[in-house]
């Protein structure tokens, strides 16, 4: 993710260049997919979610600004994508928000995290606020200043929300054991 | 004397990597005297090189190849809309009458869009693949398989069928380039959509007036989708080419043999 060659991939994009964008797809794809799963945990709803967020990205980028990262404006576009796809659901199915992960076929492929099931579990107890800066910050290693700008909150509600997340994740951790 | 918040802070902080060191020399020597925050400490520690231990998830291989055939079907109906409003341009109409005449063209581009890509045309095109929804696949059994091999070939091609659809799964390895002809009757099937599964990337796929190309050499592995348009579908025949040339050929049904057949 060299922000340079980000840059050039933009560049050729904005002339036209298909394969450029195609780059800039297999680049993100894994850790927006990751982002889009740990929102919607749901394989198939992940895929839907990241190609309405990549869609929406190759529609948008001429207003792309430089001085932030490709990554994180592109990681702005996923979580209001998910979301968006939570709350039609909840329209149409009336869930609560506990998602099960789609039924996998014979000739399906899908690695599993190496996440621990305590781990997994405390992590779904999270409201989506929460859930959505541990992975920024501890999946994605996004600095507060980055998550204020993916999340469109003040650094300070961006410092409130991590550092009460953990706390939440601890307790459930050590009170689950 | 410092309060809780302070504290959670400089503890945060410091797992993110943010202390000064005297921030960091201050929160040690207060966690030295306070085994309940130590405690607490270290516990966050824990979990957070538990949560960095976490690697991505790996999506499925289509993904990609899904997106940019969504991205070039985009940049299709944006060309196509550009195109026919500098024609209306050229046409130097009054401003109603322009605005008229593009409503009529746009009317007729949304509904040739709605149709699915691809056209019976003559002519040989380059399309990318179509998406299948996840119910459609569901649905689909398998009608055929049958094995490739010989003249540098060797692979399996699989048929699946749903209602009102049709999946030829290739998968194949060649060890020097070679093209695939795949031909079937256009007043039975559709062409619908091509993806190239191994690759992960977009392929073009030339499309013909009832038959379906796609060149390669080493391991290779896409689908092919049809559209079933008439209720009796005959075997779809594949061909290996080399060149021009025919080396191989072979059917794959593309319906179940009926039960009264003995």
Redesign the interface.
Known sequence: MNEERDQRLVDACLKGDTKAFEQIVLSYQKPLYTAAYRIVEDQDEAEDVLQNAFIKAYENLGTYKKSHKLFSWLYRITPNEALNTIHAKKRFEGLSGDYKSGEKTGDEVFQESELSHALDSALRELKLDYRLVIILNHFHDRSYTEMSYILNIPVKTVKSRLFTARNMLRELLVHNK | MKTHDEI??LM?RE??GLNSADESARLSEYLKGHPDYAQ?YD??RD??T????????????H??A???N???E??SSQHESRSAFDVIRSLNLRPAMTFAAGLALGSVLIMSLSKYAGDSSADAKHLLGA?VD?NS??EMEIVGTTSVIGEGVDGSVTAKRSENMILVNVSMHASRETTLRMKYNANELRFKGFVDVKN???TAAEVGSAELRCTFSGEHAYAVIFDITSPQTSAITLEMLNGDQVVLAQSIATVLPSPDIR
């Open positions: 959670m802070e945060n797992i993110d607490m516990e966050l979990l957070s538990m949560l960095g231990a976490v690697e991505d998830l790996t999506p499925r291989k993904l990609a899904r997106i940019m969504s991205v070039k985009l940049d998406f996840r696949l569901d992960a990337s977009s």
